[in-house]
T-cell receptor, first 114, second 108 residues
Framework: GAVVSQHPSWVICKSGTSVKIECRSL??????MFWYRQFPKQSLMLMAT?????????EQGVEKDKFLINHASLTLSTLTVTSAHPEDSSFYIC??????????FGPGTRLTVT | GQQVMQIPQYQHVQEGEDFTTYCNSS?????IQWYKQRPGGHPVFLIQ?????EVKKQKRLTFQFGEAKKNSSLHITATQTTDVGTYFC????????FGSGTKLNVKP
């Protein structure tokens, strides 16, 4: 149980385009979903926290207009990287949490902006 | 600002040797979680510690939470090659702050 999927697993896009990443909790209802960014050989950096049906809470330094987060249902959250640039290339990981304290992580999405 | 420091960054051990990674916070934490990330994989939850001085064991893994709730450690006894990966702590203040991780390599 407690499986989180992410789609796509990897994506290459051109500079200036937008990319949407989906995060789904497959067998539980996720009241909270987290979006992280992980640079090579570095730790996870929390970008934002989203609760179903409400606006996401962004961490300091994360542009909310660039990284659009939608948590429309208890099983789906999306992250849209708008007007992507090469510096946005990274590994994006979501995690989902139900009423317990555990975070269940998705497999991650590798974004490369050319 | 609030951050969680984790040491060492890397650890290479011979199979059968023990391993310890440490996390330290500048602020008292409400709880701390530990995760393991295998090479090419995603973080997997190991455990959460909440109480001051708490000690929990999972087979060969021993987790401790300091009395002041500012530090924590993960100790692996008699490492095996299956223990290879990066171990992250995540301390919760008003949100989760992830440590930089300790990458463990176990030589058979």
């Amino acid at each position: 149980g407690a499986v989180v999927s992410q789609h796509p697993s990897w994506v290459i896009c051109k500079s200036g385009t937008s990319v949407k990443i989906e995060c789904r909790s497959l067998d539980f209802q996720a009241t909270t979903m987290f979006w992280y960014r992980q640079f090579p050989k570095q730790s996870l950096m929390l970008m934002a926290t989203s609760n179903e049906g409400s606006k996401a809470t962004y961490e300091q330094g994360v542009e909310k207009d660039k990284f659009l987060i939608n948590h429309a249902s208890l099983t789906l959250s999306t992250l849209t990287v708008t007007s992507a640039h090469p510096e946005d290339s990274s590994f994006y990981i979501c995690s989902a949490s139900d009423t317990s304290y555990e975070q269940y992580f998705g497999p991650g999405t590798r974004l490369t902006v050319t | 600002g609030q951050q969680v420091m984790q040491i060492p960054q890397y650890q290479h051990v011979q199979e059968g040797e023990d391993f310890t990674t440490y996390c330290n916070s500048s602020t008292t934490l409400s709880n701390i979680q530990w995760y393991k990330q295998r090479p090419g994989g995603h973080p997997v939850f190991l455990i959460q510690l909440v109480k001051s001085g708490e000690v929990k064991k999972q087979k060969r893994l021993t987790f401790q939470f300091g009395e002041a709730k500012k530090n924590s450690s993960l100790h692996i006894t008699a490492t095996q090659t299956t223990d290879v990966g990066t171990y992250f702590c995540a301390g919760r203040f008003n949100k989760f702050y992830f440590g930089s991780g300790t990458k463990l390599n176990v030589k058979p």
